[in-house]
């Protein structure tokens, strides 16, 4: 490179540092808009001096700097501390300064040989995670994959080798017809998993639960029987610790006892869950979780690191490479000068796997493991905070009795329906309250928070706490801003 | 957060981009290392002042910043203009800053709501891509994946879902017995798609290539013909653009009309090919590929943008959606205020997606297409630069005539082997040069180029350059450094 051009391009580099750093700081700045919301086609069609159409032709570096800031201005504060829309949120300094070093290293997770730090970072920083699982002295396998969906679907695949090896190279014909089941409230990444895999959604059975979103074991054990009566085979069992709605936690160790008994494969997910196994106070909600045989556990939901950091951690050594490897000579020459037990590539469906463990590796360094322990039961705290404070509140109905995690589900009544009795016109109604007040929020930039239905229940808010900037200040102002907004629909 | 803390952390990000600008600018500089290497043992162990154990206690601020210079001083400089090794290398600083960019609006791309931005410039350069296809008019679907291997996974499954979406709901037994063809010089992701997805990788066949690694049409057409007199059912072939050691192009449009005569589903894999579309010169190479009913294409391998950056490409639009669609109400409301068609997550095997579009956006504004092209062009004039010097040099022979791609295959013969005919003793010999010539390569740090056999060929280097930093006298320094290495094996 040229020197003029070489300093130019790191004098633009530090202006969108300059950027990147003024955004950072307004983030935590409860005076600035959490959105500034537009539209699809008002974007489409151009704001002043944002075009997001591509051209042959180069355009300056200043005109790049007004993109970089249109870019940041047009979107959505995920650290804001009234941002409560996701079950990831917050921006952890620590954890962003691990991705931007991650993106300046620019490698790639296949090979000791291209990523000799990360591989070993990530292979130590999953033993420690299955020490705090329990499995005996954190043995076992792993790896980050892009996301909770894709670690729950390893799960699937590695349960399926174990049981009936011959598919991989034989195809699902080589089975009898294989039956997983999942809760009913559980993500739907198993049923995607189901749908990708070829074992068909029709062979995914969904678990019943009770009223906070658990699945009831008597269910589970009924369905099994149910499924051997037909003829099929039962090969794999869900427990969700953590719901993406509720924040509910099954029974592992009942649903363990069931999956000895029958010999099935007991996965745990953890996805938004696992955290809590970083707190002494929280842990036991996971109880069991030593039995499963594989853990999804998503360290960026509850713990704060940045998007995106997911691992499926394996009880069992060597089926994860069993289960995947194609032993591509190319890739995995044998025939290096160091131990290539260090390449991980070939145990997992991709090739080229970014880096996602420098930002979690670099945090828990900060932080110790009891910084995240903190910072999991401050979260809670505040859930516990907000339950206590609109339970029996006039105008809110809480879906289920008491936080499970940090998930507070609950209907703003708004006053013109407080007098109706149930009837459906009411329920109606109802269910268009909570994207109404979304909508205004949205519009308004003040704060974001998700709602959905769940079976029968119409339209509802789901309050989740996973960001360390979050105040009881901030509780109150969502809970003023939903007044706010809702009192007059 | 207290301001004093506050204070303290912007100043610690800071520090870290100090680190990394450091970084940057050494990692152009020529008499920088490439590597400073050091086995797994050594790494663990721990260097001075690096542990890479996890503790229950924080470490000081002073501590972290160690970490962050100690990972890049032990890594591997991937920019570096002398790293050869893999088919994504370099660091354009403009697609670095968008990565810093990403990392700091930390959002995801499952919907609108939380990525507005990001949405529309996925959707935009995705019908760009499209266009350079030459589908009509840009039309049809695509995604960014995490990676070639997802993305030819992604290629599989709608493929399958197109013929027989009956799959979806009941499995691949209610489907026949379902065929998938490659080269035999294809990417193995293939392979592992055929594994994963329950096809069994004894029904995903390999086909005979010519002597520069190109699918011979005929053999395919037998190979249906084969396949269907046994009675299964031939559903799709992946046709490779640009193969991963020789660079090779499958010739599309004689493999298109056998895909049309037998109803089969075309692919194309241009993880490492498909940036050549950009360049009026080199295009040709992927002639027909406009007839494909899928393509996978990875900027982040010819076209220099930071890892990952991979798409998947589809000319039926609708496809990925009724493919993968689970329609969990808790993540796609229908009854936002806006419109929801540009809700992607439901169309996904993810459900968080990692935000890539970002840097290969900023990129390509600021380089404009023909920027890419000049890159292109440059990176295969390299490439043919090297083979001429090389191709009847003493010591060297070529493993194929011409280069195909950037590819450039050769063997460095020791004089030591030089006069010995053809036997089993000379191939074990030449087939350890490679790798110790690697080996020390590696540890004088500097450069790295990769290695391979293929088929019954010995291990031999395969040059590649995607880097936008190397130059010509880079090229004379490798052949230099091979030869100063192997002169006494």
Redesign the interface.
């Known amino acids: ?1 040229h020197r003029e051009k ?1 300093k130019a ?2 004098q ?3 202006e ?2 300059d ?3 003024n ?3 307004k983030t ?1 700045d409860r005076s600035t808009k959490v959105l500034d ?5 008002q ?2 069609e151009g704001m002043e001096g944002f075009n ?8 300056s ?1 200043e ?2 700097l007004v ?2 800031r ?3 201005k ?3 504060r ?2 804001h501390p009234r941002f409560f ?2 079950l ?1 949120s917050g ?1 952890d ?2 954890g ?2 691990g ?3 991650t ?6 997770m296949f090979t ?10 990530e292979q ?2 999953l033993k ?1 995670m299955r020490e705090m699982i329990g499995w005996p002295a954190g043995e076992g396998d792993g790896l980050f994959s ?5 670690s729950n ?1 390893y799960s699937v ?1 590695i349960a399926r080798y174990k049981y009936f090896p011959e ?8 089975a009898p ?1 294989l039956v997983l089941f999942t809760s009913e409230h559980s ?3 198993i ?2 998993a ?10 995914v059975i969904l678990l019943s639960t009770d009223e906070r979103g658990r699945v009831i074991p008597a269910d589970l054990e009924a369905k099994i029987l149910d499924v051997k009566q037909k003829g099929y085979v039962p090969l794999f069992v869900n427990a969700t610790a953590g719901s ?2 509720y924040g509910a936690f099954d029974p592992i160790n009942e649903i363990a006892d069931i999956c000895e008994k029958y010999n099935l494969w007991l996965h745990v997910d953890g996805a938004w869950g696992g955290g809590l196994l970083m707190s002494r106070k929280h842990r036991h909600k996971l109880n069991g979780v030593e039995r499963a045989n594989s853990v999804t556990w998503n360290p ?1 939901k509850m713990m704060g690191v ?3 950091c997911s691992a499926i951690l394996v009880r069992e050594k060597g089926i994860l490479a069993g ?2 490897s ?1 032993c ?4 995995f ?1 044998p ?5 290539v037990t ?1 390449d991980t590539g070939d145990k997992a ?6 880096v996602d463990i ?1 930002k979690f ?2 945090m ?8 995240f322990e903190q910072h999991i039961d401050k979260c809670l705290d505040l859930s516990q905070y907000l339950y206590n404070k609109i339970n029996n509140r006039e105008g809110f109905q809480m879906v289920f009795d008491g936080p499970q995690h940090t998930n507070v589900c609950f209907w703003y009544i708004p006053p013109s329906l407080r007098g109706m009795s149930d009837s459906e016109e009411r329920r109606e109604k109802l269910h ?1 309250v909570a ?1 109404k007040i ?2 205004m929020m ?2 308004s930039g003040t704060t ?1 928070v ?5 079976g029968n229940k119409v ?1 509802f808010f ?1 309050m989740v706490v996973s960001n360390a ?1 979050v105040t009881q200040s901030d509780i109150d102002f969502l809970v003023d801003e939903i007044e706010r907004l809702g009192q007059d629909l």
């Open positions: 490179m070489k391009t790191m633009f580099l530090l969108v540092v950027i990147l750093t955004y950072v700081k935590f919301f537009h539209h699809p086609h974007l489409l997001l159409e591509l051209s042959d032709q180069p355009e570096l005109q790049i993109d970089c249109d870019t940041l047009y979107g959505v995920t650290g829309n996701q990831s921006l300094i620590i962003l300064a991705e931007w070093l993106s300046t290293a620019n490698t790639n000791y040989e291209i990523a000799p730090v990360f591989v070993l970072m130590l920083t420690k892009p996301g909770g969906a894709i679907m695949m598919v991989k190279t034989k195809g699902m014909s080589a017809r993500h739907y990444s049923k995607k189901g749908a990708a895999l070829g074992f068909g959604t029709d062979n993406t709605v960026h940045p998007l995106q289960c995947n194609m591509a000579g190319y890739l020459q025939d290096k000068q160091y131990d260090y469906i991709q090739c080229g796997r970014h420098f590796w670099l828990w360094k900060a932080k110790g493991t009891i910084g268009r994207p979304k909508a949205m519009e974001m998700g709602y959905q239905p769940q339209n789901r900037a």
